[in-house]
């Protein structure tokens, strides 16, 4: 059984940073993609970014573009969230993602507040 573990949610203000980091329980290589989701209070789950399994290619909603960045580091088996400028219709549950051959995986989530 595949576990992903979310770390780094918080309370930050406008316009600061979080890293949100995603532990995987086996070799990233494993996965089409990984990614983040978020969902806010009476909104429905959206894309934050994802990146290929294999690494390189990202892709991002467009309400984050410019300012998350993700990355992943293979021999760690760890993907992260750079989260810069947060804002406050940032604020949400994130969740990990990842897809593979034998499923779709979900972590528990981590709640991030950026207040005013």
């Known amino acids: 059984q595949v576990q992903l573990v979310e770390s780094g949610g918080g309370l930050v203000q406008t316009g600061g940073s979080l890293r949100l980091s995603c532990g995987v329980s086996?070799?990233?290589?494993?996965?089409?993609?990984l990614g983040w989701y978020r969902q806010a209070p009476g909104k429905q789950r959206e894309l934050v970014a994802n990146?290929?399994?294999?690494?390189?290619?990202?892709n991002y909603g467009d309400s984050v573009k410019g300012r998350f960045s993700i990355s992943s580091d293979n021999p760690k088996n760890t993907v992260y969230l750079q989260m810069n400028s947060l804002k406050a219709e940032d604020t949400a549950v994130y969740f990990c993602n990842a897809k593979s051959m034998d499923g779709i995986y979900w972590g528990q989530g981590t709640q991030v507040t950026v207040s005013s």
């Open positions: 990146i290929a399994g294999s690494g390189g290619i990202t």
């Open positions: 086996r070799s990233i290589f494993t996965f089409y993609v």
